[in-house]
């Protein structure tokens, strides 16, 4: 009977890595992202730059606009993993890194609420991103129920628990072929509630915090905000945090950069000719950041 168990069991993991990921659409597009991603070492006659970010950086940045304007100098590689914020980020990279993975700098694309808030995506971002160690630190870090915990350490060694909610998205996706469009009119979104002294405090000290471990692989860490306009004060807070903790923060846009013709009907991701503008913008300040490091200036408090 055990036997049977542990041969069952090894099924299901064989059959969730071989065949239920290459079934998703979005699955074999996060795996072969994070493969090149993997990939990445660094070369004499060109600069690797790994954006990472979630469905902002999919949908408001015209990837392959971005790649041909900043080449041959930088030679960019996307990888979106969709619902992340800063933390899963944070352990994702380090888990990125200890596998080898070299790029000369890193370009971390999220809203500001995503940089500050205190939240993972959970089992899923767990099992793409994150190692063992990650996910015990992320577990202590969230203080997590140790059930949740347990969680987290089963999704980071086994795919068919880790994207076990996924398969219930792919068959939804499948019964319900307009549920990618119903989703976002039934989701409840969490918003973070924060006094703006402490939105400083927390972009401050994520800032700095991943700085330091990029550091630590002489690998330059920019960041850009994408254009949510409605975060108008919270983005100038990231800006000068970013500023205080020597870390570019770039933001092409202003409140009146973009009307609502350039959103989606979600208003809040870019559609293709917002996505086209946006990219334009983006990539004289993005070049800049890449090339020049802050001048090191005191922290300062949002008053």
């Known amino acids: 009977m055990l036997v049977a168990i542990v041969l069952f069991l090894a099924a299901v993991e064989t059959g969730t890595r071989a065949v239920v990921q290459k079934a998703s659409r979005i699955e074999y597009r996060v795996d072969a992202e994070y493969s090149m991603a993997k990939a990445l070492h660094r070369a004499p006659d060109a600069k690797h730059l790994l954006v990472v970010g979630n469905s902002l950086l999919l949908f408001d940045v015209q990837f392959d606009s971005l790649r041909a304007a900043l080449s041959p100098r930088w030679v960019p590689t996307r990888l979106v993993l969709e619902q992340t914020n800063f933390l899963d980020w944070y352990y994702g990279l380090r888990q990125l890194l200890a596998t080898g993975a070299s790029p000369d700098a890193v370009a971390l694309v999220l809203a500001p609420d995503q940089l500050v808030n ?10 793409r991103l994150m190692g063992t160690r990650d996910a015990l630190d ?5 203080h997590v129920h140790p059930t949740i915990a347990a969680r987290y350490l089963l999704s980071s060694v ?3 628990y880790g994207l076990r909610s996924e398969y219930r998205k792919v068959l939804l996706g499948r019964l319900i072929p307009d549920m990618e469009k119903l989703t976002p009119r039934i989701a409840h979104e969490d918003r973070t509630v924060l006094a703006d002294s402490e939105v400083y405090n927390r972009a401050y000290e994520r800032l700095t915090r991943l700085k330091a471990l990029l550091d630590a692989q002489n690998t330059k860490l920019v960041f850009v905000l994408p254009p949510v306009t409605s975060m108008d004060r919270w983005n100038q807070i990231v800006r000068r945090a970013g500023e205080d903790a020597r870390v570019p923060v ?19 991701h870019m559609n293709e000719g917002g996505a086209l503008r ?13 090339t020049y490091d802050l001048p090191r200036v005191g922290r300062t408090d949002d008053k």
């Not at 993972?120 to 767990?126: A, E, T």
């Not at 992320?138 to 969230?142: D, G, N, V, W, Y």
């Not at 409140?255 to 979600?266: I, K, L």
Request: aromatic share 14%.
């Open 118 to 127: 205190s939240q993972i995506r959970g089992d899923y971002s767990v099992y």
């Open 138 to 142: 992320a577990s202590r870090e969230l």
């Open 158 to 160: 086994s795919a068919a």
């Open 250 to 268: 770039v933001m092409a846009f202003d409140r009146t950069s973009f009307s609502a013709g350039d959103y989606r009907s979600d208003g809040y």
């Open 278 to 290: 946006f990219t334009s913008r983006l990539v004289p300040p993005l070049r800049s950041a890449l």
